[in-house]
């Protein structure tokens, strides 16, 4: 895929735990952790919004475009 989350990047500099980021964004641990290794077809912008809100950070951080070889 040519989408490559950094999720788990951020979360790191912000010092945040998947537990505690699926409880502040409302969202299970299972799906936070098919969003962090990329495995979802999918994300909304809801949770994207709210993502960018607990980790102050923009869409960008998170998601970054790179060219299928």
């Known amino acids: 895929m040519a989408i490559i989350v950094n999720l ?4 790191a500099k912000r010092k945040i735990s998947s ?3 699926a409880e502040k964004i409302d969202i299970t641990p299972a799906n ?3 969003l962090k290794t990329g ?3 999918a994300v ?3 949770t994207l ?3 960018c809100k607990v ?8 998601l970054e ?3 299928d070889d």
Do not use: H, T, Y
């Open 55 to 62: 980790l102050d950070c923009q869409p960008g951080d998170i």
């Open 65 to 67: 475009w790179c060219e």
């Open 39 to 41: 495995k979802a077809k």
């Open 19 to 21: 537990n505690e980021l």
């Open 32 to 34: 936070l952790s098919i």
């Open 8 to 11: 788990d990047v951020i979360m």
């Open 44 to 46: 909304r912008f809801s």
């Open 49 to 51: 919004d709210k993502i």
